[in-house]
């Protein structure tokens, strides 16, 4: 992956500073515009605060575009790890993933264990979405998956959990099975976004290990490099502080952002 266009992530970082700037200003100054109706008036009502949430919610809730069939790119590039090689994925991919079982753990009342028959089973979606990788290319594709929030559902989220983490068969660093996993994380809000799917179908056709069978993440919303491939284990987690170089994934803990949002 190459470095980083400068620009990147800049203009959010300031926009978001100067939104939380401009809010504690209107908050902050609730008491000085007291005598001024009008303001007051707005600032306070429930129309307002409304609105100042609509807007920091919106952005995050909002469905990212979708395409036509016509628009699929007809190649779709495989980027970062296209072959995980490790011995315990070469044992699944070889017997074409029969014996998978995704895991659903951590700050769960329910650990789950699902095949893939439990996963076409559940609630899904299908989706044509483009997908931006930061190196600066673009492809078209349509995912068929689960849908990750009815599954988290299924496996009862203890209240303290705020993150949910992916844990992927490929490794980095280290004898093949005993190397540093490829991770990422995302919060609930995210999780619970109707486009956040579990996808185990790229184009029509059951997901090609380039594309990380037997199961990779789409959360639409954010950078090619949000989307894990490979899955192996989800958990939900209080905090990501204490995993790895606790930055929350593979890719932010080497400076990327963490959330790369689009
Ligand atoms: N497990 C895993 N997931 C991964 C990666 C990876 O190397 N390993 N690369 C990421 C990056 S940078 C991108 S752009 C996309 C590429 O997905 P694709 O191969 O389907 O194009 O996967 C992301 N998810
Ligand atoms: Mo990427």
């Known amino acids: 992956m190459s470095k980083k266009p400068a620009s ?7 926009v978001t500073r100067a939104m939380a700037a401009a809010g504690a200003a209107v908050l902050a100054g609730c008491e000085r515009v007291a005598e001024q109706p009008a303001i ?11 609105l100042r949430l609509q807007r920091l919610l919106q952005n995050r809730t909002a469905l990212a575009q979708e395409f ?23 044992h699944l991919a070889n017997r074409d993933f029969a014996e998978y079982r995704l895991e659903i753990g951590g700050l ?61 068969f490929d490794e980095w660093d280290g004898p093949p099975g005993r190397g540093q996993p490829y991770y990422e994380s995302i919060d609930l809000i995210d999780a619970f976004h109707p486009q956040t799917i579990l996808a185990y179908e790229m184009n029509g056709e059951v997901l090609p290990i380039a594309h990380g069978a037997p199961l990779r993440l789409r959360v639409e919303r954010q950078l090619g490099y949000k989307m894990a491939k490979y899955i192996r284990r989800i958990e939900a987690v ?10 929350g994934g593979y890719w932010p803990d080497r400076g990327y952002e963490w959330y790369a949002g689009i």
Do not use: M
């Open 8 to 14: 990147l992530g800049l203009d959010r970082r300031f």
């Open 40 to 50: 007051r008036g707005f600032v306070q009502s429930a129309e307002g605060l409304n």
């Open 68 to 90: 036509t069939p016509a628009d699929i790119s007809p190649v779709f590039k495989a980027n970062g790890e296209t072959y995980p090689s490790t011995p315990e994925y070469e």
């Open 108 to 168: 769960v009342e329910r650990p789950l264990s699902l095949s893939l028959a439990d996963l076409r089973a559940a609630p899904a979606r299908s989706q044509i979405t483009r997908h931006d990788c930061v190196e600066g290319w673009s492809c078209i594709g349509q995912w068929k998956g689960a849908r990750l929030g009815p599954l988290l559902q299924r496996a009862g989220l203890k209240p303290q959990a705020r993150y949910v983490v992916f844990w992927c």
């Open 238 to 247: 209080e905090s990501f502080a204490h995993i790895a170089d606790g930055r």
